[in-house]
């Protein structure tokens, strides 16, 4: 990969020769306190892009899978029907997005386009989308209390899968890593200049004195993973965490890699219907009630083995190459039964050594 | 990225309603075709045990499987009436229009079960998704050697497909038995579950070289198995098909999963090794 060295002043001059390429361009901002959102770049808001920030809650995923998406417009009249598919095609740029996120559409990617049937509606949203990676280096504001992407590998600077990777290297200085041919294009702009072995050496040093400065570091996955494939997790456990569910769903729609979504159709005009579909969450009652009120999956607790269970059982990481974690921390940040993906591998852990059948001290 | 053209696989086709047939309270088949001749031959190309996604719009969309065997002249659906979208389905008369995508699913894999006895246990309405292989094995009933078909319901109304029953039984090529749980006035057969069939005089199950099709209600399919299992057969030759509540149909919406499987495209047909090793109750 090609990296080039630009000074921190001329950062934001990136999304501009982003929106000069027709792109719509969307970048984190800060709110009131701990409130930070993604929003489309405007002339009037251009100069508020914050480079470092707490990651914000709602995740960047909404801009290739949107939480609610029209699928189809089905127009009826004297019994004839229209069915006419409606696209986005969006040429957008993400500016500013942290590593976990880059890996959680990297995710996306595999599970809407890397199998059978191919998801048209994620892919025109994906195929246009230009991604500026930024790497969390500001321990006070980057990395949160709940960031844990240095267990599942995710971060704190993503390997692959953005086209263009921004890290500040401090002293007013940054280095960018293009990732993709499109990345690369940009260096022909005059703000990036070469390199020297010492910019490399400065990233190297940085990321190591990065990595120490996360809190939550004791999300041991890959014991974890193996526990809940071999299905070594005792039910008491799964009623423990259930217990503390409170089944508002919030983990899964703040989660960067969640895919579930529900169909829907509603009357938008007298002969009028569309077909629209909405995140879902497995953690609400009726996301497997069939049809006559038959649910198979009624129990909290069953909700929450089925989630972490989809998350981490090797089955399918095989299936989609990575776990369906990436480390943001946000279900943990959100969760008020204090049961994210940190505090579960932690119980599920301690509660699978408790029952390990090759314990070899006895009583 | 693949730069080759990517379907929408969310898109159903117009299909058209030629006639409703009552089978018993509160189950109907629907007789359709695609408005679009085309979409019809493609269509016709699924194999038993396959479903499909039908779109009512403005209420919604459900997967129904595919009772006909794909050489039959005509396709049909057979639903019973139980949430908003097989209730508007239900109100649909001859010539209304409504929409349909797939055929969805793996489906029976008859071809691998050539040379051997075939034994359908249906329960109540689990006769439906069956119902596509029996034809199919009648069709081919040189491919196999015997064939018997079990049914059972709660009472004499509610047996599902007795004419074709009949007429199978007639045709010779294969034996059925059908069990009621309650009997009612001018009910001369057998009572009680259909497990109870297998032992019943004069009924010899084969169980070398024999498939086992199972599907019907939770309950009655934890019963027929542990008889079936007890009677020698191996898990590897009992088969199923499963459902669940179901949105998308090609594995993307999440609702079907069990365990490790996606009912939708794993599925709907497993056989019962793989289903005690999903992870889950199913």
Redesign the interface.
């Known amino acids: 990969m090609k990296a080039r060295v630009l000074a921190g002043a001329d950062v934001l001059k990136i999304v501009d020769l982003l929106r000069r390429e027709g792109r719509e361009v969307i970048a984190p901002f800060c709110g009131r306190g701990r409130d930070t959102y993604f929003d489309i770049v405007t002339d009037a808001n251009r100069a508020d892009i914050q480079i470092h920030l707490p990651n914000p809650y709602y995740p960047p995923k909404r801009f290739v899978f949107p939480h609610i998406e029209r699928l189809l417009k089905v127009r009826g009249n004297d019994g004839q029907f229209q069915i006419e598919p409606t696209y986005e095609e969006p040429r957008r740029a993400l500016f500013g997005i942290r590593s976990c996120d880059v890996e959680g559409i990297w995710h996306l990617d595999r599970f809407y386009l890397g199998r059978d049937f191919r998801d048209i509606y994620y892919e025109k949203h994906r195929l246009n989308l230009f991604l500026v990676n930024i790497v969390c280096t500001d321990p006070a504001r980057d990395i949160g209390d709940e960031c844990f992407c240095v267990c599942s590998d995710t971060g704190p600077a993503a390997r692959d899968h953005f086209d263009l990777q921004l890290m500040d290297l401090g002293g007013g200085e940054f280095m960018a890593v293009a990732g993709t041919p499109a990345g690369e294009a940009l260096f022909a702009d005059p703000i990036f200049r070469m390199g020297t072995a010492a910019h490399v050496e400065r990233r190297r040093a940085i990321l190591g004195e990065v990595r120490r400065q996360f809190k939550t570091t004791t999300s041991w996955f890959p014991a974890t993973v193996r526990y809940v494939s071999e299905g070594r997790i005792p039910e008491k456990t799964w009623e423990e965490i259930g217990n503390r569910c409170l089944e508002c769903g919030g983990c899964t729609y703040v989660c960067p890699a969640c895919t579930c979504f529900t169909v829907s159709d509603r009357r938008v005009g007298p002969n009028e219907t569309e077909r629209v579909r909405i995140w879902d969450s497995c953690a609400l009652g009726g996301f497997t009630r069939m049809a006559g009120g038959f649910n198979p999956r009624r129990a909290v607790h069953d909700r929450r083995n089925r989630r972490f269970f989809r998350k981490l059982a090797y089955y399918f990481i095989q299936r989609e190459l990575s776990m369906a974690c990436v480390g943001c921390g946000r279900c943990a940040a959100v969760c008020h039964g204090d049961v994210g993906m940190p505090s579960v591998v932690e119980m599920l852990r301690r509660a699978s050594a408790d029952v390990n059948p090759n314990e070899p001290v006895k009583d | ?2 730069p080759s053209r ?9 299909a058209i309603l030629d006639r409703v047939v009552e089978d018993i309270a509160e189950v109907r088949t629907f007789y359709w075709h695609f408005e679009d001749p085309a979409a019809q031959t493609e269509f016709k190309r699924f194999r038993p045990g396959q479903f499909a996604q039908v779109s009512l ?6 997967p129904a499987s595919l009772p006909p065997s794909p050489a039959e002249p005509e396709t049909f659906f057979t639903v019973r009436q ?5 209730g508007a389905l239900h109100r649909l008369k001859p ?3 409504f ?1 349909v995508r797939g055929p969805y699913g793996n489906g029976f894999p008859m071809e691998q079960y050539r040379g051997k006895n075939l034994v359908f246990v249906a329960g109540g309405i689990g006769l439906i998704p069956l119902r596509s292989c029996i034809v199919y094995a009648m069709n081919h009933c040189d491919h196999y050697r015997r064939i018997q078909i079990f049914h059972g319901a709660k009472t004499p109304e509610e047996l599902m497909y007795l004419s074709s029953l009949r007429d199978w039984e007639k045709s010779g090529h294969a034996e059925c038995h059908l069990t009621v749980d309650r009997a009612c006035n001018g009910w001369g057969g057998h009572v009680g579950v259909v497990g109870s069939l297998f032992k019943k005089p004069g009924v010899s199950v084969p169980v070398e070289d024999t498939i086992a099709f199972v599907c019907g209600p939770p309950i009655m399919f934890r019963f027929v198995i542990r008889d079936l299992l007890a009677m020698g057969f191996e898990e590897r030759n009992i088969v199923s098909t499963l ?3 179901m ?2 149909g ?6 079907c ?4 499987a996606y009912i939708c ?1 794993d599925g709907p047909v497993f056989t019962y090794e793989q289903i005690k090793k999903l ?4």
Do not use: Q
């Not at chain 2, 719009?57 to 459900?62: L, S």
């Not at chain 2, 999963?257 to 490790?260: D, E, K, L, P, V």
């Open positions: 990225m693949n990517t379907e929408n696989v969310y898109l159903p086709k117009v719009f403005g209420v919604g969309e459900f139980v949430g908003s979208c097989t010539h209304d229009r929409a459902e669940r509540y949105k998308c090609v594995g993307k919406c999440g609702h999963c069990i365990g490790t495209v992870g889950e109750d199913i």
